[in-house]
Each structure stands twice: as C-alpha cells, then as structure tokens.
C-alpha cells in the first residue's frame, strides 16, 4: 500500500512539472534543452501579457490604432494555412536594434467571447538596408531558429524587416516556430 502510494505521489510531482514545463517542452521543433529552456523563460516573461490591459499599460499596440484603450484591431488569418490573430506591437523594442527574447516586439492574441487571449509572441528586426532584394548575409537568429525574411512591411509605415513567430501559448501543430497556427481563428 505505502508503495501505491509513492508511485502515486511520484507520478503527480511528474505531471505538475510537465504541466509547469508548458508548450515548450511539448513544441515540435523545439528538442534543444537550451531552446526549450529560453522558451520557458519567455512564457515567465509574457504571462502578465494575458491580460491584455497589462500590455497596453506596458506600450503595445494595435499597427494604426490610435485609440485610448486596446482595441484588438484586425485579426490575420489565412484560409488554409491558420491565423496569426491580432498583432499588439511595441513601436520602442522595434526602434531598439538588440534582440532580447524577453522583450518580444509583438504580442500575439487570439478573439475569444471573453476579450483577446495571448497566444504567442513575434520578434521583430528591421531590415539594415530596407531592400527585399538584398537579405542580410547573416538573417537575425533566435532559440537556434533563423528568422523569416527580410519581407516587405504589412501595414502603412512597417519597415522590410525579418520575423520570427513563438507559439508559447498555443499549440501549434505545424510546430512552434510556424508563421502560421490552424489552431487560431478569427
């Protein structure tokens, strides 16, 4: 009986810390112990960011919005690949050159019923010569992953930058670094 129940008490030690552990022990594409390790300090970083106020508080918004309070703005999705969902940008990390994977330039957040949910978050970096045509030798690098790009901006104003997606709040089946989430709709 006493064995029972260390076996039991063992087994819910182990599904807590799994538990604690998050999507990024989880994530496909994320087998690196000091990828996952990173991972889970940017979900420490960015758990005050669901609520969504905290992050308006904090200088993230909505690309054209100039309203008092957060608006969730335009929600991105695309029909067979998934959604991004609503982008709330921090316009000072974008100006700021350096890479910190806890500061990420752009919060990711999904509509639900209750109000925008955090599902991710972006990093962001400006393009040093503003031309497509001509990618950095060297493309930005976060976790061990190379960022997509150097794409032209998407909305009024947006530099060609290189971007790099972190599904830390939400699965993602097409792994954690994907531009795309099918488990995100609009």
Known sequence: MRRIVILVTLGAVVAATLALAGVASAAPGSTDPDASKKLAEVRQATAKYQDVNEAWEDGYR????????????????????????????????????????????????????????????????????????????????????????????????????????VWAWEANPNGIFAQFNPNVRC
């Open 62 to 165: 909505i690309v054209g919005k100039d309203a008092e309070e957060p608006d969730p703005g335009h929600c991105v999705e695309v029909d067979g690949l998934g959604g991004m969902g609503y982008h709330y940008v921090n316009d000072a990390l974008i100006k700021d050159p350096s890479l910190d994977p806890l500061k990420p330039e752009v919060l990711l957040y999904a509509p639900t019923e209750d109000g925008p949910r955090l599902t991710g978050v972006e990093y962001l970096a400006v393009d040093d010569d503003q031309n497509v045509n001509t990618p950095n030798e060297y493309p930005p690098y976060l976790f061990g992953v190379p960022f997509d790009g150097p794409m032209e901006g998407h909305e009024l104003d947006m530099p060609v930058h290189y971007d790099l997606h």
